[in-house]
């Protein structure tokens, strides 16, 4: 591929064509005349914007809500536990209460 690009490259230039070199940063576009409407917009009108700081300050104030605090004794249950070797290999499962 670079080969064939190199080729048809040097094939332009020979032919009389020009390569310019352009700064970054710089348009094709006229300076006169106004810009033209973007390419890639599409016919449907703009959505409004969420800004971050309101959800996360909402989402905040939901965490520090307590949860009601259930009445009555809270019964302990066993939880299974995986025991790993120095490996990570699983060797056994034990219940755990926590």
């Known amino acids: 591929m670079r080969r064939e690009l190199r080729q048809k490259t040097e094939e332009f230039l020979s ?13 094709g576009e006229p300076a006169d ?33 307590k949860a009601p605090e259930s009445s009555g004794k809270t019964l302990k249950r066993p939880v299974k536990r995986i025991i790993y070797d120095d490996f990570g290999e699983p060797l056994r499962e034990v219940w755990v209460e926590d």
């Open 15 to 27: 032919q009389g064509g020009e390569i310019k070199r352009h700064s970054a940063g710089e348009t």
């Open 33 to 65: 005349k106004p810009r033209s409407r973007a390419v890639f917009v599409s016919g449907e009108p703009r959505q409004t914007r969420t800004y971050v700081n309101d959800v996360v300050s909402a989402l905040d104030s939901r965490k520090k809500k």
